[in-house]
């Protein structure tokens, strides 16, 4: 089992900065990949930023140039460092790791509870 936590959300203006930050804890040594997503009111949660299972980062087109994901491994924590944010932003981010099961069980998905992000204008 992991557990996640996020932390670092809250309210900024437009052009602002947060970073965010998820510590995993539990059975951490088998995770293949890391990400966060978010989700705004009456919106599907979509993909943010994510650590692939080979290691490269994927990156939402909206976030590209503004948003940068990194880890710290033997913290067993993941970041989301937000620049330039802009009130389309505002959402619930989540942490979302990924953790084969080695068996016909295929991946258990865990995800935290999330961390509000409010952009103003």
């Known amino acids: 089992q992991v557990q996640l936590v996020e932390s670092g959300g809250g309210l900024v203006q437009a052009g602002g900065s947060l970073r965010l930050s998820c510590a995993a804890s539990g059975d951490t040594i088998c995770i293949s990949a890391m990400g966060w997503y978010r989700q705004a009111p009456g919106k599907e949660r979509e993909l943010v930023a994510a650590?692939?299972?080979?290691?490269?980062?994927n990156y939402a087109n909206s976030v590209k140039g503004r948003f940068t994901i990194s880890r710290d491994n033997a913290k067993n924590s993941l970041y989301l460092q937000m620049n330039g944010l802009k009130p389309e932003d505002t959402a619930v981010y989540y942490c979302r790791v990924v953790v084969p099961t080695f068996s016909i069980l295929g991946d258990n998905i865990y995800w935290g509870q999330g961390t509000q992000v409010t952009v103003s204008s």
């Open positions: 650590f692939t299972s080979d290691g490269g980062t």
